[in-house]
Every structure is written in structure tokens, then in C-alpha cells.
């Protein structure tokens, strides 16, 4: 047994994944009944959930408390690609929407819905998170707050001596370890994961909006393959391919499957080790970007407010296409980490065409309809670009300096 499992583990972590995926999907076909597969998949996005925020604040914290006067980090260029992305991947909804307008056929939402009544309900919300309380912040999994806290004791432990700096940072290691025990467990909790999938929802929900989930999915693709690459290009100068195509690889895979960004903060963290990124600058970007880099998240609100729009006949210019844009690039930064997060800002990016509320809630409830799909590939596209575009400001800062701008193979 042990001679198989050190074979096992052996085998690239994506076959692996990909072999639990393909053994899921048989077994909830062959399988049905068998309920309990699923608690594979419980088990495993509970364990990455459990772990995921208390090693955000120490990862955090250790690297602020290292961080020396004068010492580079590069996070406004992180920070910048991240306010570029999300803006373009709404600014491509919008245009897409506008090519291939969708009519809903709008059901009843859920009574319990308690969507943001406006931009400045989302500010607001930001900043009360940004001031949590530690302890509730990390017990509800509130990583804005985790970050705000994690950075305010990490700047308090830069005047601490060595020997506690270290103490931190050998916690913030161990935590590491235990997210790659975690880790080495995917296959199986993605096995649990895609089971629990087909035989709760299945695919006919889908099948009446899927010109919907098509335009969705198209453009996080575009996103994707197009516009990200175009963005990393324009900032390191050379093929980007190689680069995005590993972060979807060994970022989004995951991703999709856990449906949640800041689950998937771990994984990141992995893969940008293995690229030999810094790791004063992603132990702050990657938990950042599971917060605000939310390009998924703009489509999502983007593309269903307009597919509002189209359904009740509203005429838009291009002026407030343009603040469309921009309104669901702000409100996709604000929007939960965790599965279904950018739906409930869907009434707000309504209210900026006069929609009603009771109507943008009916958009609301056909989101959480294709939701099994949409917000898998949002997850995938948010989470995979946090690591992408780490790794594109390392490249072009060393670039600039004169260095290496080769990434490690891994």
C-alpha cells in the first residue's frame, strides 16, 4: 500500500485532479444513490476553508513584519494590473452583451435575498469589514478584515525582536505544510466535489438559459485567452502563453471546482513558490487579489444586468455602457469570495438603468439557476489571474533590473 501511494503521489497533482474528475462523473452516473461520495468533497473545500484563514494572517503578517525601509515589494503594479483586468473583463461583457442580447425569461427569487441597495452600500460594507473584529473576521471568513489586521500586526512586529519575528514565521511554515497535506488530497475531494454536482442539480436547469451561460463563459474565456495575455504581454514584452496557460492549469482547475477564491488562496500560494515569485510580494498579492482582483465577477454582473436590460427593452448609450463598465468593476471588488458572491450586486448594477428591485431579484434567481457552471469558470478566471499577474510584475521588474526574467519550471 505505501509503495502505491508514493507512486501515486509521484504523478503530475493535474492528472490527478483530472483523474478524480473523470472517476466523479462515473460514479454519479453509474452510482446515483451513493450520497455519501459526496462528503469526499465536503471534507476537502471544508479543510482548504478551515486552514485558508488563519494562514492569511500569519502569511501576511510574517511578511510585513520582514518588510525593511526602502525594501521592494511591487504591489502598486500588482495592484494596477488587477484595477486593469476586472475593468476590462466588464468593459468585454458589456460589448459582448451588446452583440448578442439575451431575453430572460424571469423566474421568482428566493424572499430570503438581501442584495446592496447601492455603490455606496458596498463602500460602506467594505469598510465595516476592514474593521472587524479579529476574531469574528477570522471565524467567518471576512479576508478583507483578516488582511486589515494582518497588516496593522505585522507593522506592529517590525520593531518586535528577531527571535519573535521568527516565531510568526515559523507558524505562518507550518500552516504551508499543512495546506499541502491538504492539497495532496484533491483528487479525492474533487472526486466528492463533481459527484455531488451532477446528482444534486444535473444539466437540464441549464439547458433553457444556456445562450446566457454561453455569452458568460465566452467571455471569461476571451478573458482568459485573450485579454489577460494581451495585458501580461504589454507588461513583460514576450510570449505570455507559457505562463497563462500554467496558471490556468495548476490554479484554475482547482478553482472551478472548490468555487471559492479565498478557499484556493493556498493553491496559489504553492504555484507561486514553485515560479520562484517573491515571497514578500505574493504572501500580500495573492490574499489581496482573492479580495478585489474579481475580473469573473465583473462579467457576471455585467452580462445579467444587461440581459435585464434587454428583456424590459431599455435603450442604453454608450455613456452608460461605459459607467456600466466601471460600476461592476468596482462592485465585483467588493463581492464575497465565496461561491454565488457576485450575484447578489446584480440589483445594484440594475438600479443604474431604472430597474425595479423586484425584477433585478428574478435576474438574481436565473444566476443561482446557471450558477453550477457560471460561477465555477468566475472562480477559475478570478483566482488563476491573481497568480498570473504576480508573476507578470516579477517578470517585468526584473526585466528592469536586468535580471532573470525566466520563471522557474517547477
Known sequence: MYAWLVK???ISLVKRILAGLVLGILLALALPGATGIALFGTLFVGALKGVAPILVLFLVAAAVSRHRQGQKTNMKSIIALYA???FSAGLTAVLASFAFPVILSLVSASEELSPPQGIVEVLRTLLLNIVDNPVSALMNANYIGILAWAIVLGAALRHAKDGTKEVIENVSDALTRIVGWVISFAPIGILGLVFDSIT???ISSLQTYGMLLAILVGC???IALVVNPLIVYVKIRSNPYPLVLRCLRESGITAFFTRSSAANIP???RLCEKLGLDKETYSVSVPLGATINMAGAAVTISVLTLAAVHTL???VDFGTALLLSVLSAVAAAGASGVAGGSLLLIPMACSLFGIPNEIAIQVVGVGFIIGVVQDSCETA???SSDVLFTAAADQALKRKEGGSTVLKNG
Do not use: A
Request: glycine fraction near 10%; hydrophobic fraction near 45%.
Open 8 to 10: 501515486w503521489n509521484q
Open 200 to 202: 444534486t442539480n444535473g
Open 220 to 222: 471569461m474565456l476571451f
Open 313 to 315: 427593452n431599455i435603450q
Open 381 to 383: 478566471l478570478n483566482s
Open 267 to 269: 493553491v496559489n500560494m
Open 84 to 86: 486593469i483586468g476586472t
